[in-house]
């Protein structure tokens, strides 16, 4: 008698439990509506083609004349796409390279675009404020193929403007001319100011529209009780800025082992000698596979860098989390 | 009176700081919009001027040759300006509002699985099936290859945006508000649209300049699904001329009897010409998104 | 965490469920469209039958170029009304752009099974060695004498079985130059304003003297490029297993056919403590291995020498290209290999309804010089005229409307007319020349030997991002062989250069024994 209680109790629970989705469709009819064109696009453009990573245990081949049957009678091969990737002795180089410019990137990229937010909110005189923000935003439209022209055109050993033209006037002497594509010490410093240069205009807008989105009645609250505005910037403007950063943040993290390969590859010019400091998963896939033409092994090193970065968000999301469950991502 | 002087002066920084903001502001402006003058100087500049005596931001020898090159016949860079304003301006709007609905429910704190959801998007963002199988859902599965929806449809939801959306929706949309709104008896829907879109107005502005800079500069989206030529935007034939540009200017002994074609391939300028040709019409609108950038929005205001 | 698990786990089977029911969908497609393929085996019939009766098809063809011409709807419509009473096809003809444009959407095509007919395909655009191996194109071989027996004739033994897999004829190269020798191309205005005298180049180090005269005499000239892709690595005329990026080839000159890594030949070390011996006397641009567009300077009259791969009226063809004369000096002797044979051809899809009209289309294409002209040239009247028999002039609604300007790529070389420009007297005089090279030239040990790479392409890969990273400076004399060199060969042993080498070796002496 008693046990059967529970289990009936224990069904019941369940129950309740299942028809929760159901009964929360029912209430949220219109929430679920709205969220349907959205979940319709992701599940077309997204989730159908994702069984495609299976191609990445395969060694894809053709058979017939559609591709079901050549993906079903590609055999299937294990890991071995992956080996590529194992089998240079650079492995290490290239991942320990993404991985720290990412780091700088995502660290600069906050904290200057989040400073040129705060202070264009601050500077007296829309018209100039929004200049500035303005021209900030110019060099996101200059595609990476020009960025690398006008990087040579300062850089170049022959014909550049920093070794031709700036440093004899400020009377360097023609032997101690640096050479800036035969030098990889100077690459991380050059890559993360071109990139910090490239974007901050971008990044910036996100955290401008946010303080413009602050309510400012805190504001004038603060100024009754008489707090500075470097005060109210501490206490108010960075505080509700916080979850931005966190989310923008958190998402960079997912992709720390992509690198824009614009940067890496144009901007540098694919330069062998530089390659201790910038070589990149990406470049480094792209070099060595460009003349396979294999499905299987670009799969492969997608899904690598898909799953790396997977596992660093979840971490990282899950510390946000226990800090602070509002901020975290899900 | 004397209690608004006081908060006019707390309200600023000091003209000190203010005088250093500007200078740091003016020089970073600088340091943004001398190389875009540069790329302009250089795209009206003569080819082979460039080659022998370098980059010059004012013409040594003016030529307009990089354009005429670039637009070569003038016919189709109109209509795909035209096309590409086109998609630019449906496909910014069908995606704001798309993103915003999702965005909004799932920034919901009563909603029960706004966490489940927001992982379903934040997880397309990481995974991707390659390029085969998205290629096929479109020319197999879809058949919209080779039609406008191709330019449209696979950048409608962005998980990048969705969650800084549903960021903005979280600190700009008291729950109060919404709360008594549900009092006052207003469906769910009409909540949405009067009273949470107009709080969540500077971070929609920005997802939506995103987004219009995200059409304007597909080229990736026609490269893979457009093949009828009168259905290309500009930034798609811009795309090809540059890489066959930068093709044919490295390829060796390949491809033999391209004499001709290298003879006039203005390669340096015309690289600016293109450039300059892509910017235009999106530095104009950028003023239109910015004015929703300014400070002074009170949700106050709103209510009231 | 765990409830993340789970959805992953749900979103996967929902995929895969997904995947299936579209799957089985077309595999019905699939069934069908067996029908047609085993209709090849006993195509023979169904051919001799439909001499009478073909259906009408429409034939898809992708090739790379300057893009679709404005004109090509009505050059087409000329092509179909010729094609039609013949072969009752019509012609589709796109043209895609150079480099990823081509590329990409034919990549995507091809791993997608998407439905085409004919594409081009080569050693350098949707790689031949790379796709027909895999299955993505239909084997010919038993087709050609039944659908192109003219066509085989006329490329000879020789083109076939160099351009063939394992055997197997996947493409029908374009009948054209089909060997190649190194030399230099030199700056003809700059030697003769400095008293240089050509004729005394016989080997690559003879031109030094000249470098050194230009050195002193003409500031802000290169006297000698060589760039990454345009390198002058390739004078020691190696021929490569798998392409430049990865090490392993035998020597040129046929004189064996045993494996060697050619980076760390006696040669390969001669030639490159030379380039850097030239580099540090200032014979080479300090920035060589960061220069993209080499033909920039070329066209400035910046430079004076340079390698290049030559053929009959190469520097002819240099000179109208930059605007600069230029005269060529032969130091290989003229060698025939797979990469020739293989430079440009055309391809049925495995994914065509009807291989066999694609096949009949391509004999046409081949022997007949109305067709071949027409879709080279566009509408005579209109698009050019005639200024001989053979020479034409293109007029201005060809340069805005119809002007591939590809007739290498097309169908056969030999058929085409040639350009009122050009320095011969007629086509025939020039194509003449051509077939006098082809026939000059010594065929390779290892004539249609394909790598298959397969077995060790993980290897492969490592090895070729390797290249990249210490070729540049070799090839362009920046880096000293000396301390460059040996770190280059340890880290290609390191990642698995000898598996590499000794499974090259083995598919040459199979491919030795099989002959």
Redesign the interface.
């Given at each position: 008698m008693e046990s059967s209680l529970t289990t009936k109790r224990g069904k019941a629970l369940k129950s309740v439990h299942k028809h929760g989705f159901l009964y929360e469709l029912k209430k949220n009819k219109v929430l679920f509506l709205m969220m349907l064109p959205a979940l319709a696009v992701i599940l077309v453009n997204n989730y159908l083609p994702m069984a495609g990573v299976l191609i990445a245990f395969k060694n894809f081949k053709y058979f017939g004349r559609n591709f079901f049957e050549n993906f079903f009678k590609s055999k299937w091969v294990g890991l071995e796409n992956f080996e590529f990737f194992t089998a240079t002795p650079d492995a290490f180089t290239i991942t320990r390279n993404t991985l720290l410019y990412n780091l700088a990137f995502i660290v600069i990229g906050l904290v200057i675009s989040v400073f040129f937010a705060i202070i264009l909110n601050e500077i007296k005189g829309k018209y100039t404020s929004k200049f500035y923000q303005a021209s900030m935003f110019l060099p996101y439209f200059m595609s990476w193929i020009v960025v690398s022209y006008l990087v040579f055109a300062l850089l170049s050993e022959e014909q550049g403007f920093v070794n031709k033209s700036l440093l004899p006037m400020l009377g360097v002497s023609a032997d101690a001319l640096p050479t800036w594509y035969g030098d990889p010490g100077k690459w991380p410093i050059i890559l993360t100011l071109v990139n910090t240069w490239k974007f901050t205009g971008y990044n910036c807008v996100v955290y401008v529209a946010a303080i413009a989105g602050i309510d400012q009645e805190y504001y004038e609250a603060a100024t009754v009780d008489g707090a500075s505005r470097f005060y109210q910037i501490r206490k108010i403007t960075i505080p509700l800025l916080t979850p931005l950063m966190v989310i923008l943040t958190l998402l960079a993290v997912g992709r720390v082992f992509y690198s824009d390969f614009g940067l890496f590859f144009s901007v540098t010019r694919n330069v062998g000698t530089l390659f201790e400091t910038i070589g990149v998963i990406d470049t480094y896939v792209y070099n060595a596979l460009r003349n396979l033409n294999d499905v299987g092994m670009a799969s492969a090193a997608g899904l690598y860098q898909s799953l790396c970065g997977f596992i660093l968000v979840l971490s990282s999301n899950l510390i946000v989390r226990k800090i602070d469950p509002d901020k975290a991502l899900f | 009176m004397k209690?608004n002087e006081?908060?006019n002066t707390?309200?600023?920084?000091s003209p000190f700081?203010?005088g250093l903001?500007?200078v740091?502001?003016?020089l970073?402006?600088l340091?943004?919009?001398i190389?875009?003058l540069?790329?302009i100087g250089v795209s009206f500049t003569d080819e082979?001027t460039v080659?022998?005596s370098?980059?010059n931001f004012i013409p040594k020898v003016f030529s307009l040759e990089a354009y005429k090159w670039v637009v070569k016949?003038g016919d189709a860079i109109v209509r795909a300006y035209g096309l590409s304003i086109m998609i630019t301006i449906v496909g910014t709007i069908l995606s704001v509002s798309?993103?915003a609905?999702?965005a909004?429910?799932?920034s919901?704190k009563d909603?029960?699985?706004r966490?489940?959801?927001?992982?379903?998007?934040?997880?397309?963002?990481?995974?991707?099936?390659?390029?085969?199988?998205?290629?096929?859902?479109y020319?197999?599965?879809?058949h919209i290859n080779d039609t406008l929806l191709a330019y449209i449809?696979?950048s409608?939801?962005n998980?990048?945006y969705?969650?800084?959306m549903?960021?903005?929706f979280?600190?700009?949309v008291p729950d109060s508000i919404i709360e008594s709104a549900k009092i006052d008896g207003a469906?769910?829907?009409r909540t949405?649209i009067q009273i949470v879109i107009p709080?969540?107005?500077?971070?929609l502005?920005?997802i939506a300049?995103?987004q219009t800079?995200g059409f304007w500069n597909d080229w990736y989206l026609p490269?893979?699904l457009i093949?009828n030529?009168k259905l290309y935007n500009l930034q798609y034939i811009l795309?090809?001329?540059?890489?066959?540009i930068?093709?044919?200017?490295?390829?060796?002994?390949?491809?033999?009897?391209?004499?001709?074609?290298?003879?006039k391939?203005p390669?340096?300028t015309a690289?600016?010409a293109m450039?300059v040709l892509?910017?235009g019409p999106?530095?104009l609108a950028?003023?239109f998104f910015?004015k929703?950038?300014?400070?002074?929005?009170?949700?106050?205001a709103v209510k009231g | 965490m765990q409830k993340a698990k789970r959805l992953i786990g749900l979103i996967l089977v929902l995929c895969l469920a997904v995947t299936f029911v579209v799957g089985c969908g077309n595999d019905d497609g699939a069934s069908n469209s067996t029908s047609p393929s085993t209709s090849t085996a006993s195509g023979s019939s169904v051919a001799a039958d439909s001499s009478v009766v073909l259906d009408p098809v429409e034939l898809k063809w992708y090739v790379i170029g300057n893009g679709q011409p404005k004109d090509m709807d009505a050059v087409l419509a000329k092509v179909n009304d010729y094609l039609k009473p013949k072969i009752n096809a019509t012609l589709k003809l796109s043209i895609f752009t150079w480099g990823d444009d081509f590329e990409q959407k034919m990549g995507a095509k091809v791993a997608s099974g998407e439905e085409f007919d004919i594409t081009f395909t080569s050693n350098w655009a949707l790689n031949y060695l790379q796709n027909a191996p895999k299955g993505a194109f239909v084997d010919l071989t038993p087709m050609l004498d039944q659908y192109a027996p003219q066509t085989k004739a006329l490329l000879g033994d020789k083109v076939i079985k160099g351009a063939s897999i394992d055997g197997k004829l996947f493409a029908i190269p374009t009948n054209k130059e089909m060997a190649h020798n190194w030399g230099f191309l030199i700056n003809k205005d700059l030697a003769d304003k400095n008293g240089i005298d050509i004729s005394t180049i016989k080997k690559f180090e003879d031109i030094e003297p000249a470098l050194k005269i230009i050195k002193e005499k003409e500031p802000g000239v290169e006297p000698f490029q060589t760039v990454v892709g345009e390198s002058a690595y390739r004078i020691l005329d190696f021929e490569k297993m798998v392409d430049d990026n990865v090490p392993g080839a035998i020597y040129g000159d046929g004189r064996d056919t045993k494996v060697i890594n050619d980076f760390d030949s006696p040669e390969a070390k001669t030639l490159f403590t030379t380039l850097h011996n030239w580099f540090k006397a200032g014979y080479i641009r300090k920035d060589a291995d960061t220069i993209t567009d080499w033909q920039a300077n070329r066209k400035a009259g910046k430079v004076f020498s340079a390698v290049a791969s030559l053929k009959p009226g190469k520097d002819g063809e240099e000179s109208v290209s930059s605007g600069i004369n230029w005269v060529q000096v032969d130091i290989t002797k003229p060698m025939a290999t797979t990469r020739e044979m293989t430079g440009a051809m055309q391809a049925i899809s495995k994914s065509s309804k009807n291989p066999e009209r694609s096949l009949m289309f391509l004999e046409l294409f081949n022997t007949d010089p109305e067709l071949c002209n027409l879709i080279n040239y566009g509408i005579e009247g209109t698009h050019y005229t005639k200024v001989a028999d053979t020479k034409i002039e293109v007029t201005q609604a060809g340069k805005d409307g119809y002007n591939p300007g590809t007739p290498w790529m097309f169908g056969n070389q030999f058929n085409t007319y040639i350009y009122d420009s050009e320095k011969f007297d007629s086509a025939t005089a020039k194509w003449d020349q051509f077939k006098a090279y082809n026939e000059s030239a010594t065929a390779s040990p290892i004539l249609g030997f394909t790598f298959n790479s397969e077995p060790v392409k993980t290897k492969v890969a490592a090895l070729t991002g390797i290249k990249k990273q210490f070729m540049p400076g070799l090839e362009t004399g920046k880096s000293d062989p000396a301390t460059v060199l040996p770190k280059f060969i340890d880290k290609l042993k390191a990642a698995g250069l000898d598996d590499v080498l000794a499974e090259m070796q083995k598919q040459v002496d199979t491919f030795s024994a099989n002959k």
């Open positions: - | 209690h006081n908060s707390l309200n600023t920084v700081w203010n903001f500007h740091i502001f003016t970073y402006s340091a943004c919009i190389p875009l540069l790329v082979k080659v022998t370098g980059y016949s798309i993103i609905m999702f909004y429910v799932i919901r909603f029960k699985y966490n489940t959801f927001s992982f379903i998007v934040f997880f397309t963002m990481i995974f991707n099936g390659g390029l085969v199988p998205w290629y096929m859902v020319t197999n599965f879809l449809i696979p409608l939801v998980a990048w969705v969650m800084i549903r960021t903005f979280q600190t700009n469906g769910e829907f949405f709080l969540a107005k500077p971070g502005a920005t300049l995103f800079l490269l893979m093949e030529a795309y090809k001329t540059l890489t066959a930068q093709y044919l200017a490295t390829a060796s002994n390949m491809t033999q009897g391209t004499a001709e074609i290298l003879a391939l390669s340096e690289r600016m450039c892509a910017i999106i530095i950028y003023p910015q929703y950038f300014v400070k002074g929005l009170t949700v106050g | -």
